[in-house]
C-alpha cells in the first residue's frame, strides 16, 4: 500500500523568503503525485500534479515541485511566499487503476510580516 | 461550471441518531472518493465508487458506517448510530477517468454531542 510522510507538521517563514515543503512517498512503482492546499474552513484545491516526464512541475499561484525517484521525494516549493499563502498543504500519491489517493498529514503554512 | 455540492454544510447532533450526507459530484466525473478529516488523524479515505460501483470500502471505521452512489450524480455517506467520536469534517470528492486529480466540496462539519 502507498503512503506519503509530510515531515514537517507546522512551518513558519517571513514573507517574500523562499519556501520548500517536504514530502515522501512509498509505492512500489511509479506513483502519480500530488500537492493540495487548503485555506481554513474550505476544501482542498490542486496545486500542481506529476504523472510522468518532466521531473520539475509548475503549478498555480508559482509554486513548483520536483519528483526525484531516487530519493522518493515531490519537494513544493515557492520563491517567494506571499501572506495569502498561509494555509495547510497537503501531499498526496494516486496509485492503483481507479486510483486511490492517499494524502500525507499536512504542513500548516505560518507567514510572518 | 458547479463544483461538488456537499449537504448540511454543518450537522450538530446528538449521539445515536442516524446522520446522512450528501454529495453531488461534477457532472461527468466518474470516480467519487468520501474522506474524513480529523486533527489527529488528517484525511483518511473511507470508500471511493468508480462508475457508481464501490470499489474499495476498507477505510469505513465500522459497521455503522455506510455509503451508496444509486446513481452518478448522488451520494450519501451515513452514520447509524452516530457516536461522538464520529465527529470531524467529511469531505466528498471527484474524478474523471481515474487520474487521480480529485476536486473537493467544502466538506460537512460533523458535531455529534
Known amino acids: 500500500a502507498q503512503s506519503v510522510t509530510q515531515p514537517d507538521i507546522h512551518i513558519t517563514v517571513s514573507e517574500g523568503a523562499s519556501l520548500e515543503l517536504r514530502c515522501n512517498y512509498s509505492y512500489g512503482a511509479t506513483p502519480y503525485l500530488f500537492w493540495y492546499v487548503q485555506s481554513p474552513g474550505q476544501g482542498l484545491q490542486l496545486l500542481l500534479k506529476?504523472?510522468?516526464?518532466?521531473?520539475l512541475v509548475q503549478g498555480i499561484k508559482g509554486f513548483e515541485a520536483e519528483f526525484k525517484r531516487s530519493q522518493s521525494s515531490f519537494n513544493l516549493r515557492k520563491p517567494s511566499v506571499h501572506w495569502s499563502d498561509a494555509a495547510e498543504y497537503f501531499c498526496a500519491v494516486g496509485a492503483g487503476g481507479y486510483q486511490k489517493v492517499t494524502f500525507g498529514i499536512g504542513t500548516k503554512l505560518q507567514v510572518i510580516p | 461550471d458547479a463544483g461538488v455540492i456537499q449537504s448540511p454544510r454543518h450537522e450538530v447532533t446528538e449521539m445515536g441518531q442516524e446522520v446522512t450526507l450528501r454529495c453531488k459530484p461534477i457532472?461527468?466525473?466518474?470516480?467519487l472518493f468520501w474522506y474524513r478529516q480529523t486533527m489527529m488523524r488528517g484525511l483518511e479515505l473511507l470508500i471511493y465508487?468508480?462508475?457508481?460501483?464501490?470499489?474499495?470500502d476498507s477505510g469505513m471505521p465500522e459497521d455503522r458506517f455506510s455509503a451508496k452512489m444509486p446513481n452518478a450524480s448522488f451520494s450519501t455517506l451515513k452514520i447509524q448510530p452516530s457516536e461522538p467520536r464520529d465527529s470531524a469534517v467529511y469531505f466528498c470528492?471527484?474524478?474523471?477517468?481515474?487520474?487521480?486529480?480529485?476536486?473537493f466540496g467544502e466538506g460537512s462539519r460533523l458535531t455529534v454531542l
Open positions: 457532472s461527468g466525473h466518474n470516480s
Open positions: 465508487f468508480n462508475n457508481n460501483v464501490p470499489i474499495d
Open positions: 470528492a471527484s474524478s474523471f477517468r481515474n487520474t487521480g486529480e480529485l476536486f
Open positions: 506529476y504523472f510522468s516526464g518532466d521531473t
